[in-house]
C-alpha cells in the first residue's frame, strides 16, 4: 500500500473569537468532506478498529483533539484549538502542531478582542492563515469592514479571494476572483450541491475591480506574478494560485473568503483554499530539536526515511483507553513498535495506531511523517513529551512543568469513591501535566494543584460529570515561596554519638538572591578540591537543595536564591549522610535567617474585555483586589484592560466581573511570577515562622 504523498496532508485548525462560528464551520467542514469514501487513509487489509460500544457511546469523537477529513484527495487533520485562554501551554502547544489555521470571523463584528490574542500566537508560532468572513448573513455584515480590521488591528496583508453578492437578507452568493465565476449553494441540498456560474452581468464591474486590486496586490508580493502583470501578459487562475500559495505559505499575506456558515453557503471554496493555499508538512520543513544527551541543537526532515520523532501534543483520558495524539515529524513507526521517551528514559510501545474520524476511530498500520495519529498502550508518557528513534534522541519541546501556583482540598462524598479518585489523578496528569496532586502535610488532606482558579474548577467539574465522582472541596490557595534580598552566610555542626560511634559534619555556605525570585534555588560550591572526598558532594549538594524545597523559615520553598557551600568536613564513620544532611539542611536556614527571609506571593497576567461601560467599575474593582493596569485600549464597543495581578486577589473575581457587566465581561489570568507580599499581608504570616 502506498502512502498519501505528503504534499496531501493539511494539518489545520479552526480558530476564532468565541461566538465567530468555529463550531458550526467545524460541523460543517465533517458534513461536506462526509466519509463514505475512502481513499488513502485505510491500509489495505486492516479491519475496521473494534471500539467498545461504551467507547462509540461516549463519543470520543465529540471531543477528539484531531479529526481527519478528506477532500478532493486531500487528508485534513483537523487539529482542535481550545478556546480557554487559562491553558495556554495547551493552546500553544495546539498551535504548534498545526501547519496552517483558518480563522473565522463574524461578519458584523469583525476583529474581536480574543481574535487578536489568538492571531498574535500564530504569528510567534509563524503559523499561515486564511481568513473566513463568516455570517455574511447578519444584519449589518460587512466584508470590507472585515476585511480592513484584519489589516488595521491585526497588522496582516489581507487579499479577499472573493467578493459577496450582497450582504444580510440580500446575500446570495460568492464570486470567486481567482477562477471568475459566481458561485451558489443549493439550499434544497442543505448547500451538498455547489453551482459554479459565469459572473451575472449585474456583478461584472464590481469583481472586475476587486480582482484588479487582487492582483496588484499579490504582485507587489510575488515576483513571477510581478513580472506577467507588468509584461501585460494574460493571467490565469493557475497562475494567480501559486502566486497565493506562495505568499500565504511565507506568512506574507492572508487570503480572505467569505460565506454564512449555518447558511450552507461558501464552505466547499473554503475546503478548496485549506488545499490551495495551506501548507503541507514538506512546505513546513525540518523539525528542530535539542540532543538531550548534550543540548545541542538537531533538526529532522519531515520524510520517512529519518530517524523517528513525534510530539505527544493532547492525552485524552477516556472510559476505555487513554489517546495520546502524535504529531510525527520524521521517520515512520508501526503500530506494535516501540519509541523512546528522553524525559523518561523509557521505551514505550505504541499498542494501537488509530485515525479518528467524525464518527469513529479506524486502526492503522503505520506513522508517517507529516501526519497525525491517535496511539493507546503508552504508560509513562504526558503531554508535551517527545517520542523519538532510540538511538537518535531529540527532544522537540523543552521540559518545563511550571510550578502550580492554587491548590485546592477534595475529597469524594462517598468514600467508595476514594480508590477511584486515586486512580483517576494520575489519568488526569498525563493529559495535562500542569495538573499535581498532593498531601497537605498539616491536615492530610489530599490537594489538588494547578495553574490557576479556572483551570481547578474546570478540572473538578469534569472530574464530577465525567467520571462521575462527586466530590467535595475547599477554597482555593495559593502557593507562597520565600527568598532573600541579602547575602549571608551560615554555619552548622552535628555532632553525635549514635551506636557508639560518632557521628560528625560541619557545613557553612552562602546565601545570595538571584534576580528571579520565583525561580529554581541553585546549588554551587566553592570549596578547594579535596576538601571532602567527591563521593560525598552530590549528597551534600542534594541536602542543601532539600532544604531549599522543604521550606524555608515560614514553610515554603525557598526559591529565587544560589548557595554556595563554602566550606564542610565530617568523619566517615557510621552513617555521614545522616550527619551531612542534618547539618546542610540547619546551615541553610541559619543563612536564611542571617539574610531575613521575605514572602512571595504568585502573580499571573491578566487580560479583561468589558464593554466601555463598565471600565470604571471594573478598574474599582481591580484597585482593591492589589491588580496592577498596565494598559487600556478600546476595540468597538469593547474595553481591553491588561496588566499584572496576585493570583490569590483574584479568586471569585470572574464571578464578580460577570455580576458588574451583566454577563458581558471575560477575562484570563495567566500565572507570570512571584513578587514579595506586601508588609501588612506578611505579617499574617508570621505565626508560621519557624524559630
Ligand atoms: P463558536 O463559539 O465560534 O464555536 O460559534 P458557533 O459555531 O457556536 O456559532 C455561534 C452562534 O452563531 C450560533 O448561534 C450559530 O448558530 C451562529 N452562527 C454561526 N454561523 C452563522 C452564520 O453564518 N450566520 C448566522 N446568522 N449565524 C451563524
Redesign the pocket.
Known sequence: MTSLPKDRIRNIGIV??????????SERFLYYTGRSHKMGEVHDGLAVMDFREDERDRGITISAAATTLTWRDHRFNLIDTP?HVDFTAEVERALRVLDGAVV?FDGVEGVEPQSETVWHQADRYGVPRIAFI?????IGADFEAAVSGIEKRLGATAIPIQMPDGSAETFAGIVDLVESTYVTFDEGTLGRDVAYAPIPARLAALSEAWRSRLIERLAELHEPLADLFLAEKPITASDLRAALRAVTVAGKAVPILC?????N?GIQPLLDAVCWYLPSPTDVGDATGTDPRDGKTVVRAPVDTAPFSALIFKVQANAAADLFYLRVYSGRLEAGERAWNPRTGERERLRRMLRVFADRGEAVAVAEAGDIVAVTGLHRSVSGDTLCAEGQPILLEPIRFPSTVVSIAIEPKTSGDRDRLAELIPRLQREDPTLRASVDPETGQSLLSGMGELHLDVTLKRIEREFGIRLGFGKPRVSYRETIRASAEGSATYQRQVGGEPLFARVRLRLAPLTDQGGRTEVLDAMAQGTIPSAYLPALRESVANAAEGGGLYGYPVTGVSATIEDAAFSESGQPEIAINSAASHAFREALRAAGPIVLEPYGRLEIHVPEDYVGVVMKTLQQRRAIVLDTGFARESAVIRGVAPIGEMFGFLTALRSQTQGRGSYMLEPLDYRPLPDNLTALHHDKLIG
Do not use: C, P, S
Open positions: 476564532a473569537h468565541i461566538d465567530a462560528g468555529k463550531t458550526t464551520t478556546g473565522v463568516n455570517k455574511m448573513d447578519r460565506g454564512a456558515a449555518l447558511r453557503i
